[in-house]
Nanobody
C-alpha cells in the first residue's frame, strides 16, 4: 500500500488550499480514510475522516465549516479542501488509511500513511 500526497504550501490567512492523496493497493470504498495534522511542538491530531461507501464523515471542531473531505473512488484519490485558513492551521498534514470500516479520529486505527505535506498559513 502506498499513499502519495500532493498540494499544500504557503497561503495567507483567509485563503484556500487543496490537499490530494493518491492510493495504490488500498481501496477507498471499503475502509475509513482520514486526514491528520501535526503542528510544531504538538501531537498529531485527527482533522477529518470518512468512509465513502456509506457517507459517514467526521470533522474536528476546529475545522468544521471550513474544511471538506472527499474522495474520487474511480481515481482512488482523497482530498481535503481547506478554506478560510487560519495561522493555527499551520502544520504538516498526513493522509491515512484505516484497518477499520468506521471512520475515527483515533490515530492508532490507521495503518497506512502518506509522506506528509507542509501547510503554512501566514497572518
Amino acid at each position: 500500500v502506498q499513499l502519495v500526497q500532493s498540494g499544500g504550501g504557503l497561503v495567507q490567512a483567509g485563503g484556500s488550499l487543496r490537499l490530494s492523496c493518491a492510493a495504490s493497493g488500498f481501496t477507498f470504498d471499503d475502509y475509513a480514510i482520514g486526514w491528520f495534522r501535526q503542528a510544531p511542538g504538538k501531537e498529531r491530531e485527527g482533522v477529518s475522516c470518512m468512509r465513502s461507501s456509506d457517507g459517514r464523515i467526521y470533522y474536528a471542531d476546529s475545522v468544521k465549516g471550513r474544511f471538506t473531505i472527499s474522495s474520487d473512488n474511480g481515481k482512488n484519490t482523497m482530498y481535503l479542501q481547506m478554506n478560510s485558513l487560519k495561522p493555527e492551521d499551520t502544520a504538516v498534514y498526513y493522509c491515512a488509511g484505516s484497518r477499520y470500516y468506521s471512520p475515527s479520529a483515533r490515530e492508532d486505527e490507521y495503518v497506512w500513511w502518506g509522506q506528509g505535506t507542509q501547510v503554512t498559513v501566514s497572518s
